[in-house]
């Protein structure tokens, strides 16, 4: 291999920036996303990653199309509400990558990261490897955790999970949180290769949780070869919603009347059953906290900011905008519902006043916020966003600022063959689309961001709010 691929004579050191850092890690290797673990393990090895977390970790690896991101932050935070030093790996990030590796639910810090990534690097050396931007960045995070000595580390798989680089590590249960079709080009176009792609992280004799009620015969299949234990929903474990502030969670062993999450309930109970079914000391005073207090930013993620009504996801396939269409039907009554007792709580103090002053004259309606990447299927997201009977009045849309980004002018197109009663504004960036659904919008509306990880992130950048 050529030397000039090993060492680079700007090479960052324990005295650069995080900054300098990412954008380092992001040249040194010819392709973006190159799944395998040929190249990783020797890394991996050298650092002693693979036999810290068998020695002296117990190990969730989460791997599925949509949810992993929430089954992942519950899982963590159930586990670090029973006393347990819990690290927890997700990405992509939506603001800064120290997103990314948390321990105890706290970002590590800047410095620690850079003295990961240049331990990584000279393992990298060493071993004479190239190694990709996320092979070098996840390797770091599981250093971390390692050097943390981490009671439980909780794994979000990147792509897939076969050749997905978390998948060097053991995992002590495995969730999967379900299969649909995404990233066609590296998984396969149909849920049998993809499913076969991501029961790759089974184990011999582990636990595995599966999140829903239709499996491919691939992951069936893995499961009877590994002689893995099966938890599925609908079958093993299921909920129910009792109330707007309780749920209900039934097994073959317990059912339990819990506090009703700010995530998803079907991410929650696939979490809680993975917990459930390990060998973890979690009782139901930890979970009722962990549930009360469990957030992520971008995932169904309501908020009121800049006096005006926003809802945040990162819905990117098909099945992820069913998903969030699922729960914005309700959540847009119940908004008008909300909007219509303030008009009616006002016009009673009031009562020279009229409603039509309240709303400025205006019923509320919903503005999209929307870019997405170049390589998802874009025309599957925009007809089911269309036809889901919505009032959406106005689309903003702008190319986010990422290298795989769909152009303004693709999304315009692809829009306008979809939308018919609404009105499509474009811009250059996102920053000036969000300043512009602000001002276009009343107080009683509702501003939905969808469509990417990056969407969100350059959203909440634009609004200047934490995340």
Known sequence: MSDSLLFNPNTPNKHSSL????????????????????????????????????????????????????????????????GYKTALYQSPHLSVFNERVRINGEMVSDETLIDAFSKVEAARLACELTLSFFEMTTLAALLIFAEADCDVWVLEVGLGGRLDVVNIIDPDMAVITN??????????????????????????????????????????????????????????????????????????????????????????????????????????????????????????????????????DVAHNEQGVEFLLAQLLPLWQQHLANQNSSEALNHSSNPNSSRKNQTTGKPASIKMLFSMLGDKDINKVV???????????????????????ASTEHLQGILSSYVDNAQIHEFKRLSEATDAAINASQPQDLIVVCGSFHTIGEALAALAVDN
């Open 383 to 405: 007809q089911h966003l269309t036809i889901a009977g919505l009032p959406i009045s106005d689309w903003f849309v702008a190319e986010i600022d990422y290298p795989r980004a």
């Open 19 to 82: 900054t300098e850092w990412l954008d380092y890690m992001q040249q040194i290797h010819v392709s973006a996303i190159d799944m395998g673990l040929s190249r990783v393990l020797p890394v991996a090895e050298a650092l002693g990653v693979v036999q810290s977390a068998k020695d002296d970790a117990y190990v969730f690896t989460v791997a599925g199309t949509n949810g992993k991101g929430s089954t992942t932050a519950v899982i963590a935070q159930m586990c670090q509400a029973a």
């Open 179 to 312: 299969i649909a079709i995404d990233h066609v080009d590296w998984l396969g176009d149909n849920v049998e290769d993809i499913g076969r792609e991501k029961a790759g992280i089974l184990r011999d004799g582990i636990s595995v949780v599966y999140g829903a009620t239709a499996m491919p015969v691939s992951v069936q299949q893995a499961i009877d070869k590994h002689q893995a234990t099966c938890y599925q929903v609908g079958q093993d474990f299921d909920y129910r919603e009792v109330d707007a502030s309780a749920w209900q969670y039934s097994n073959a062993a317990v059912t339990m009347q819990l506090p009703r999450p700010a995530l998803s309930l079907t991410n929650t109970t696939n979490a809680l059953s993975a917990v459930l079914a390990s060998p973890l000391n979690v009782d139901s005073t930890a979970i009722e906290q962990a549930l009360q207090t469990v957030s992520l930013a971008g995932r169904f993620d309501y908020r009121e900011t800049h006096n005006r009504h926003w809802l945040f």
